[in-house]
Structure formats: C-alpha cells, structure tokens
C-alpha cells in the first residue's frame, strides 16, 4: 500500500501523515502493525474455508486430489 492510499485510507492528507511520520512514528507503527494484522486474519480465514471444504468433501466421501 502506498503511502497516498494509507492517508486516503485514515481519512488524512499525505502532508498529516507525514508529519505524523515524523511526530507520531509510533502512531505510524501501530496503524501499519493493525493492518497487518488484518491482512493475516483474512488469510487465516481463507484458510479455515478451504478446510472446512475439505472435512465435508471427506465426510461425504468426495475427497478427491
């Protein structure tokens, strides 16, 4: 994500997220540490359908490679 799509994303211009860059760097740390949190919660999630379409695949007796 680029830094115009992060402040477009926080409601904020470019400007007030650079200075918050360089103010705040631990405001900064934190958005982008939640964002990646996210970013691997829907991953997990993804994951969690694929299995749940493999158990009933199996349960069904349809499981095939």
């Known amino acids: 994500m680029t830094r115009q ?3 477009e994303m926080l409601n904020i ?5 650079n200075n918050w860059e360089k103010e705040k760097p631990e405001l900064v740390r ?6 990646a949190l996210d970013e691997q ?3 997990v999630e993804r994951h969690l359908e694929k299995l749940k379409t493999i158990k009933e695949k199996a349960s069904n007796g349809k499981l095939l490679k």
């Open 5 to 7: 799509q992060l402040a």
């Open 13 to 17: 211009t470019r400007n007030t997220l």
């Open 30 to 35: 934190l958005i982008n540490q939640g964002l």
């Open 41 to 43: 919660i829907e991953e």
